[in-house]
């Protein structure tokens, strides 16, 4: 990059009228100052990221449909198999497809992204510096990212649960049940609540039934904050 | 649908776009995506060609609402199958050496407004590339790239990067983007993009 500073001045509009003149020239004559300078405004400027963060919103909405229809598509050659069973006698592996349909509905339904801003604002000063830059990246969703800075601070409790709900936005639902274990085994902090909630959806994600069912019985005892939820998931779950 | 009801469906549409609206975004993959890719799949392309050319065309669309004067005259789906078109065969013919296909494709769009486009699909599949590559980078250069747009002072990002000075935040920033710059460039698809510049 020949000119970092220039190109930062250029797009904050911050040029002085000769240089602004100089720069546009340079731009028009030199084709590698040209490539450089889209390459700085597709990666540094305000509109870039926010195009960035475009992408990555397209991506998750083409990953949820995906995975809906991988599902779909696993369920249609079980529907099969479940044909030739029912033929044989047994309908199971029909009403266990129709139960996975339904629990991803519940899922989709259920799980709202947490935002970090709120339990940051909260949380006391002495957060240590990778959780902080692991927040920052959940929150532009650089969920990979995120991940890679809590594991910077492998005690962190506030860093576990972000690491699990990271997992959970990359559809890593065992590595973020194995996270919230960690939060809830500790029992003696404040995220308890928030890591039983989310690893019950984790359960039901996966098709869990059974260990869904205790976790939201769990959790629909307790009077917690996740109560009337969990009662209505419980609901639900229990209609099938 | 009317057309009137149509072109007030297409401004929903666009502020939706530009609001970065989920729901809108999920109404657009859901009603074009397949479309699009049918139509890409049927012409030699592969799904993953007709993703690529999906993103690129939301956000060809994304620069042009945020173009100060704009307006648009046409449906939405017109306008946006039109740009994914053009985004195409400019792929396509570049990749298959293929010269038989003409710019009629660019009929819908206003002719003040081509020109403007071309820019704009030449920079979006820049900025693509540059998305995918920065995955490739450290995770230091990817939090000074991060910390660099969310508008921080320099001398902020440096104290808590544990830069010595505002001068070494620069370099490192220079560092990190001399390397992706390396990478798109060597790019097939960026190789490809002059077919975008202008006459």
């Not at chain 1, 998750?60 to 449909?65: A, N, P, Y």
């Not at chain 1, 009403?95 to 989709?108: G, P, V």
């Not at chain 1, 699990?164 to 194995?178: K, P, Q, R, T, V």
């Not at chain 2, 609206?21 to 993959?29: A, G, P, S, T």
Request: glycine letters at 4%; proline letters at 2%.
């Amino acid at each position: 990059m020949k000119d970092l500073e220039k190109f930062e001045k250029y797009i904050k509009g911050e040029l002085e009228e000769g240089d602004l003149w100089e720069f546009k020239k340079s731009l028009e004559v030199d084709a590698s100052l040209a490539a450089e300078f889209e390459v700085y405004k597709a990666t540094l400027s305000p509109h870039a990221q926010k195009k960035h963060q475009l992408i990555d919103e397209l991506n998750t909405i083409r990953q949820s449909k995906t995975h809906k229809n991988i599902n779909f598509g696993w369920q249609r050659i079980t529907a099969v198999a479940a044909g030739i069973v029912i033929l044989l006698g047994t309908g199971i592996g029909l009403i266990r497809m129709q139960h996975n349909a339904s629990y991803q509905e519940l899922y989709t339904q259920y799980f709202i992204a947490e935002s970090a801003s709120f339990n940051v604002r909260s949380a006391t000063n002495s957060l240590e510096q990778p959780v902080l830059d692991g927040m920052q990246f959940y929150e532009l969703h650089n969920y990979d990212a995120a991940i890679e800075m809590f594991e910077k601070a492998p005690n962190n409790l506030m860093g576990k649960l972000y690491s699990g709900l990271s997992m959970m936005e990359l559809g890593d639902f065992d590595g973020a049940i194995h996270k919230f274990d960690d939060i809830i085994n500790h029992n003696d902090n404040l995220f308890v609540d928030q890591a039983e909630w989310y690893q019950s959806l984790c359960f039901l994600r996966t098709g869990k039934r059974s260990k869904a069912i205790e976790k939201f019985q769990k959790i629909a005892d307790d009077n917690g904050v996740y109560k009337t939820k969990a009662l209505k998931i419980l609901k639900e779950i229990k209609k099938e | 649908m009317g057309e009137r009801d149509n072109i007030i469906r297409s401004a929903e549409i666009l502020e939706g776009i530009k609001n970065h609206d989920r729901e809108i975004l999920n109404f657009v993959y859901e009603t074009y995506f397949n479309q699009l890719a049918d139509f890409i799949v049927k012409r030699r392309g592969t799904e993953s060609d007709a993703w690529d050319v999906f993103q690129d065309a939301i956000g060809v669309v994304y620069d042009y609402v945020h173009k100060k004067d704009f307006s648009l005259d046409v449906p939405f789906q017109a306008f946006f199958f039109t740009v994914a078109r053009q985004l195409w065969f400019q792929r396509f013919r570049k990749s298959q050496k293929e010269t038989n296909f003409t710019n009629q494709t660019m009929e819908h769009i206003p002719y003040e407004d081509v020109e403007t486009l071309r820019d704009y699909m030449r920079q979006q599949v820049i900025t693509r590339l540059t998305h995918q590559y920065m995955k490739k980078l450290s995770p230091n250069c990817i939090k000074l790239i991060k910390f660099s747009n969310m508008e921080l002072e320099t001398g902020l990002i440096a104290k808590k990067l544990n830069y010595l000075s505002n001068q070494a935040v620069y370099n490192q920033r220079r560092k990190c983007l001399r390397k992706l710059l390396s990478w798109i460039e060597n790019d097939p698809e960026y190789q490809n993009l002059t077919d975008y510049e202008r006459p």
